[in-house]
C-alpha cells in the first residue's frame, strides 16, 4: 500500500478545506463530491431500509446553489415510524468513516476490486434515486469499464496503477474529511445549532445532544484510529 500517496492527498484536502472553510468554491464542492455522496446515501439508505421512501438524493456542485441552500447535499425523503427517522437521522456521520475504515482495509488486504464493486453499488443506487443522473452514470461507465478490462486484461499493470492510485486519492479524501467533519460538529455542537443530525436525534429521542455528539466524534476518532493504525503497520 503506497501510504504516503494516501497521506500526501489527506494533508492536500484538509489544507484547502480549512483555507476554503465557509466559503463557497468551486473545487472543494467538487472535492468534497465523494465524502458528500457517502453521508447522503448513509441517510438515504438507511430511511429506505427501516421502511421511509428516498424521493431525490442531490449533490451540490454549483457555488450558487451552495450559496442559496447552505449545503453540499440534500435527500429528499419521507419518514414512517420514529424508529425510521431515527435510523435515517443517525446514519449520515456513520457512513463516510465506515467507507474510509472498508477502503483500507481492502487495500491492505489487496481486495481493492471489491471496493471498486462496492463503490458500483453505492453510484448505482445514487443514480437510481437522484434527479440528476448525468455525473453518477458517468462515473458508472468508468468504475464498471475499469472491472470489466481488469477481468479481460489481469496483467495489465497500468490499469493497476491507475487504480490504486485513485483509490489511494480517494482514501486520503475521505481520512482528511473525516477529521474536518469532527471539527464542523464540534463547532455546530458549540453553538447551540438546531438544525444538524444530532439536534434532529435529540429533539426526537430526548436524549442530550452531547449523546449525539459524543457518539459521532469517537465514531470518527474510532475510524482514523484504526486507519493509522494501518498505515503505521504497513510502514513497519
Not at 463503490?119 to 455525473?135: E, P, Q
Not at 489481469?154 to 493497476?160: A, G, I, K, N, T
Not at 496503477?161 to 482514501?171: A, D, P
Request: glycine share 6%.
Amino acid at each position: 500500500m503506497n501510504s504516503y500517496i494516501l497521506l500526501t492527498t489527506a494533508c492536500v484536502y484538509f489544507i484547502l478545506a480549512l483555507y476554503y472553510y465557509n466559503r463557497p468554491n468551486l473545487l472543494m464542492l467538487w472535492l468534497s463530491y465523494l465524502p458528500t455522496l457517502l453521508h447522503e446515501f448513509g441517510h438515504a439508505l438507511a430511511c429506505q431500509l427501516t421502511g421511509g421512501k428516498v424521493s431525490d438524493i442531490v449533490i451540490v456542485t454549483r457555488q450558487s446553489e451552495r450559496r442559496a441552500t447552505s449545503r453540499n447535499g440534500y435527500v429528499i425523503s419521507h419518514t414512517t415510524t420514529p424508529w425510521n427517522r431515527f435510523a435515517t437521522f443517525i446514519a449520515g456521520y456513520l457512513s463516510p468513516p465506515s467507507f474510509l475504515m472498508i477502503g483500507v482495509f481492502c487495500v491492505i488486504h489487496e481486495w481493492t476490486l471489491w471496493f471498486w464493486l462496492l463503490m458500483g453499488l453505492v453510484f448505482t443506487y445514487y443514480l437510481l434515486k437522484t434527479s440528476r443522473k448525468l455525473f453518477p452514470l458517468f462515473v458508472l461507465i468508468l468504475l464498471f469499464g475499469g472491472c470489466y478490462f481488469y477481468f479481460q486484461y489481469p496483467d495489465l499493470v497500468s490499469l493497476e496503477l491507475i487504480s490504486n492510485g485513485f483509490i489511494y486519492i480517494l482514501l486520503g479524501i475521505l481520512l482528511a474529511d473525516t477529521i474536518l467533519c469532527s471539527y464542523t460538529i464540534t463547532l455546530i455542537y458549540f453553538q447551540g445549532n438546531k438544525s444538524w443530525d444530532g439536534a434532529m436525534l435529540s429533539s426526537l429521542t430526548k436524549l442530550p445532544v452531547l449523546v449525539y455528539y459524543l457518539l459521532f466524534i469517537s465514531f470518527h476518532f474510532l475510524s482514523c484510529w484504526f486507519v493509522i493504525k494501518l498505515l503505521i503497520g504497513n510502514f513497519n
